[in-house]
């Protein structure tokens, strides 16, 4: 799938309802998403510390790394736990997930300066 675009929001926006339930109900979705974020930590950290022109034993780049991925999951969770506000069209919950990550990079970038 690319980043660039998005499932048809009519297909996504029947889904979401179930996919959120089903993310905190069932235990092998919960490892897999955690798996996930486990291993973009590294790739995270590899970024940053090339970023920041320090090398890959540099503990910073691991820290920043780890809050980094942190904010974003907490991000993503928090938003997907979010009740679908009535009437609000399909477009809603992707703006909405948008600002929780903007705010999470937002509070990730605060923590680093």
């Known amino acids: 799938m690319s980043w660039a675009r998005a499932p048809p929001a009519s297909r ?5 309802p179930r996919t959120r339930a089903t993310s905190t109900s069932e235990p092998g979705l919960r490892a897999v998403w955690l798996q996930a974020h486990d291993e973009a930590e590294p790739a995270f950290a590899r970024a940053l510390a090339e970023r920041a022109g320090l090398p890959d034993v540099d503990v910073r780049p691991a820290v920043w790394a780890a809050m980094l991925n942190a904010a974003l999951r907490a991000a993503v969770e928090q938003h997907a736990h979010r009740p679908v506000e009535p009437g609000s069209g399909p477009a809603a919950p ?3 997930l ?4 903007r705010t999470a990079a937002g509070l990730v970038a605060a923590g680093l300066t």
Do not use: K
């Open 12 to 16: 996504s926006s029947r889904s979401w």
């Open 94 to 96: 992707r703006a909405g």
């Open 98 to 101: 948008a600002a929780a990550l």
